[in-house]
């Protein structure tokens, strides 16, 4: 018997944020993969297995898992958000690419969420209005003059950054160097948009500026980074939309 193997994401938190797709895809496995606090958000299940594993675990947590599916299981491995965006997917690609035969046969199917930068930008406007590229800040799987180079060409082409990983415990001076080097393209005044665990209970989505942001951040946040273009909308009473418009003129340098 063949098995079947699910990469599924979760949405940011709120359970509301979670697909049918994605319901009916973690109902129908027998074996649950992921990050601890990932599978804490899913209800517990008779006769459903779970297997956590420490987030810096994903190539192990990806072989496990094919493993299982490979002997016939019925195995979903879950991530936060989209589990195409620095997540699982990509991982369980890598184990499949270099893998025994037998893991390309499998039924592999990769169930969509809502990822981070799109539950932040809905609460706030629509700062990705316009072009916008997502960048991972962890320099643990590519070199950090890398991210550099990478944020020098979006934010000189104009395009809207969204900050993915912007900050943890190991890695604690990457984000005020990416700020600073943004600085160098961009006006102070750009609108910045920290967005923390949105879509759970501890959820804060605060706006500055780029000459302002030194905000603390942490592995729970999201930061958006806008353009020259990017506008901010005060309102009487209430909060502040930020948007980009959909039409952009020539990048002046
Ligand atoms: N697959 C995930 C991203 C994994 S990388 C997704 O599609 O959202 C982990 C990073 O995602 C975090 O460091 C943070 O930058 C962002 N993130 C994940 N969940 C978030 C949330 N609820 N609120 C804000 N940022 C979040």
């Known amino acids: 018997m063949s098995g079947r193997l699910a990469v599924i994401g979760l ?15 973690l109902a129908e496995a027998d074996a649950l993969y992921g990050y601890g606090p990932y ?21 192990v947590r990806a072989g496990e898992a094919l493993r299982r599916a490979a002997h016939g ?19 369980i690609c890598e ?14 199917v990769v169930v969509p969420g809502i990822t981070a930068m799109l539950a932040v930008a809905a609460r706030i406007g629509a700062p990705l209005g316009h072009d916008f590229c997502a960048l991972s800040l ?17 934010a000189a ?15 604690p001076w990457q984000f005020g160097n990416a700020i600073d080097r943004l600085r160098h393209h961009l006006p102070p005044g750009t609108p910045v948009i920290f967005g923390r665990a949105v879509g759970r209970p501890d959820e804060r989505v605060e706006l ?7 905000a603390p951040v ?22 502040p939309l930020v948007y980009t418009p959909r039409a952009a003129a020539e990048v002046s340098a």
Not at 138 to 153: G, H, T, V, Y
């Open 157 to 171: 082409a104009g395009f809207v950054i969204a900050l993915y990983n912007p900050m943890s415990r190991t890695r």
């Open 39 to 59: 599978l804490d958000r899913i209800p517990v299940r008779k006769g459903q297995s779970r297997h956590p594993s420490d987030n810096r675990e994903e190539a």
């Open 208 to 214: 500055t500026t780029l000459g302002a942001a030194g």
């Open 11 to 25: 949405g940011p938190g709120d359970p509301r944020y979670l697909t049918a797709e994605a319901a009916d895809a």
């Open 138 to 154: 962890s320099d643990n799987l590519k070199p950090w003059p890398l991210i550099e180079r990478r944020l020098d060409a979006a």
């Open 218 to 239: 942490d592995m729970a946040t999201l930061v958006i980074v806008g353009t020259r273009d990017t506008r901010v909308i005060e309102r009487p009473g209430r909060s």
């Open 73 to 91: 299981g019925r195995v979903a491995v879950v991530s936060g958000g989209d589990p195409g965006v620095f997540a699982m997917a990509a991982a």
């Open 95 to 108: 184990q499949i690419e270099t893998g025994p035969d037998a893991w390309r046969a499998l039924d592999v």
